[in-house]
Every structure is written in C-alpha cells, then in structure tokens.
C-alpha cells in the first residue's frame, strides 16, 4: 500500500559528504512527521533527525550542525544531507514516516535501510 525506499548510502571518508533520499509511494494522502534513524553495528537503533508536517525539525545532539533534513512534499521524498562525516556516524540508516493513506488510515511506515559507512 506504501512504500519507503532509502538510497544515497555508501561508503565515505571522514570529512566528507552523502545524502541520503527516502521516497515515499502508494496510496497516499498525507505524509506527517519523518524521521531518520540509525543503527549502528551492535547497538540500538537511535533518531538522528525529524522534519514535522509544517517543516520545523530537531535533531540529535551528535549530529546539529552537521545533518540537515529537508522534505520535498510534491515529490514525497525526504532528505538527510550529511557533512563532516565522521566514524562514529557509520550505521544503517532507517527513514520512518507518519502517513495517512487514502482509506483515512494512518499508522508508521519503515523503510528498509540504508549503509553508511565512514571511514577514518
């Protein structure tokens, strides 16, 4: 019914740059809050950053200043501009996103990850 598809992922050295797109498909009507998380190898899957329906954000300490996430509503897609990459940001990157589709259901969608790794 929905679908979210990550890519821009790869592999990177430390200092550099990527952007990571998640593009959302489907039925749908509405697309609220999005977020991008991470997990790195071994620990918890953790929020990087969040853009809200009316396009205020907030983001993980480690990352401000750094990550910038931006949303492109007629093309249903979500960016996480990612600058001065370090090591510690290597991780399987995760979008999530509130939608509501057109049978006025709305629940969290995944999409399926990402890599990103950084090497020093």
């Known amino acids: 019914q929905v679908q979210l598809v990550e890519s821009g992922g790869g592999l990177v050295q430390a200092g550099g740059s990527l952007r990571l797109s998640c593009a959302a498909s489907g039925s749908i009507s509405n697309i609220n809050s999005v977020g991008w998380y991470r997990q790195p190898p071994g620990k918890q899957r953790e929020l990087v950053a969040r853009?809200?329906?009316?396009?205020?954000?907030d983001y993980t300490d480690s990352v401000k200043g750094r990550f910038t996430i931006s949303r492109d509503n007629p093309k249903n897609t979500v960016y996480l501009q990612m600058n001065s990459l370090k090591p510690e940001d290597t991780a399987v990157y995760y979008c999530?996103?509130?939608?509501?589709?057109?049978?006025?259901?709305?629940?969290?969608?995944w999409g399926q990850g990402t890599q990103v790794t950084v090497s020093s």
């Open positions: 853009v809200f329906g009316i396009g205020n954000t």
């Open positions: 999530s996103a509130i939608i509501r589709t057109t049978d006025w259901t709305t629940r969290n969608y």
